[in-house]
Antibody, heavy 117, light 112 residues
Framework: VQLVESGGDLVQPGASLRLSCAAS????????MHWVRQAPGKGLVWVSR????????TYADSVKGRFTISRDNARNTVYLQMNSLSVEDAAVYYC???????????WGQGTMVTVSS | DVVMTQSPLSLPVTLGQPASISCKSS???????????LNWFQQRPGQSPRRLIY???NRDSGVPDRFSGSGSGTDFTLTVSRVEAEDVGVYYC?????????FGQGTKVEIK
């Protein structure tokens, strides 16, 4: 069972970025997938989730209207499209999974997003 | 949002001695299905979070039995019976009942 994030980069305020999380070793479509972020030296903050079939999506208020989560079950991959990035969005972004109340039992290694002018 | 409050935020411990972390929720985490949705995570320096305990007291596979969780309703505790060097890191509680999911601030465990 593995989750591998990618796509993190150094961008300027106002820029866009798309993160990816590739899953392997489990039946991807059976799991809700989530993004959780951690600003430098800070704690964990839940960002967004998408249901197994992609039909149900939820966002934290802090990213609503700017971030879009999606998934491709044929590629076993979940995405996070991030627009209008601000310095407050700088963080390591982790993907993790959830099924039938068994929440966040596997995490990826994280991908770092730096927002700076 | 449900507020998760951990204490202490910093915990210096002596090797081989016990350690406890408290986590208090602003709302009950007890579900009508009979479960209470409180989880504990460990984050070692430079690593991703790792789940240790789910539904208050259930240890994840591979987690040493020196780790235990207890509590109910809004008050929970993570206990390490005898701290080892590999236990250094930050510990987070997280509620899994209400949306959005929320974490405690984290408790940094270090060796004296």
């Amino acid at each position: 069972v593995q989750l591998v994030e990618s796509g993190g980069d150094l961008v300027q305020p106002g820029a866009s970025l798309r993160l990816s999380c590739a899953a392997s070793g489990f039946t991807f479509k059976n799991y809700w997938m989530h993004w959780v972020r951690q600003a430098p030296g800070k704690g964990l903050v839940w960002v967004s989730r998408v249901s197994g079939d992609g039909s149900s999506i939820t966002y934290a208020d802090s990213v609503k209207g700017r971030f879009t989560i999606s998934r491709d079950n044929a590629r076993n991959t979940v995405y996070l499209q991030m627009n209008s990035l601000s310095v407050e969005d700088a963080a390591v972004y982790y993907c993790t999974r959830d099924a039938a109340g068994n929440i966040f039992d596997v995490w990826g290694q994280g991908t770092m997003v730096t927002v700076s002018s | 949002d449900v507020v998760m409050t951990q204490s202490p935020l910093s915990l210096p411990v002596t090797l081989g001695q016990p350690a406890s972390i408290s986590c208090k929720s602003s709302h009950s985490l007890a579900h009508t299905d009979g479960n209470t949705y409180l989880n504990w995570f460990q984050q070692r320096p430079g690593q991703s979070p790792r789940r240790l305990i789910y539904k208050v007291s259930n240890r994840d596979s591979g987690v040493p039995d020196r780790f235990s969780g207890s509590g109910s309703g809004t008050d929970f505790t993570l206990t390490v019976s005898r701290v080892e060097a590999e236990d250094v890191g930050v510990y987070y509680c997280m509620q899994g009942l209400h949306w959005p999911r929320t974490f405690g601030q984290g408790t940094k465990v270090e060796i004296k």
